[in-house]
Nanobody, 123 residues
């Protein structure tokens, strides 16, 4: 069973930065693609970043492009989401997810999920 544990969420002011971490229970080597999603009450969980199995490709929606960066450290079995210039609209529960596909943007293709970490941005 693959387990993902997120950390790094918290309460920050607008303009601040946070780095989320997602540690996996297995070696991630080059087999898994990863994504970070976020969810707010009443809205569907949406993708905010994705990275390919070899780290060579990444995707960001326009809402976070230039502010968020996804990365992976296979040796540490960890995936990161660096978030800068945070805004109140970034407030959400953030989820890390792993896919057995090397790279995907579709939520349905993510097979393993963490429990989520809350990020709250105050104006």
């Amino acid at each position: 069973q693959v387990q993902l544990v997120e950390s790094g969420g918290g309460f920050v002011q607008a303009g601040d930065s946070l780095r989320l971490s997602c540690v996996l229970s297995i070696d991630i080597d080059r087999k898994y693609g990863f994504g970070w999603f976020r969810e707010t009450p009443g809205k569907e969980r949406g993708l905010v970043a994705a990275i390919s199995s070899n780290g060579g490709r990444a995707f960001y929606p326009d809402s976070v492009k230039g502010r968020f960066t996804i990365s992976r450290d296979n040796a540490k079995r960890t995936v990161y989401l660096q978030m800068t210039t945070l805004q109140p609209e970034d407030t959400a529960v953030y989820y890390c997810a792993a896919s057995r596909l090397s790279y995907t943007l579709r939520k349905i293709d993510y097979h393993y999920w963490g429990q989520g970490t809350q990020v709250t941005v105050s104006s």
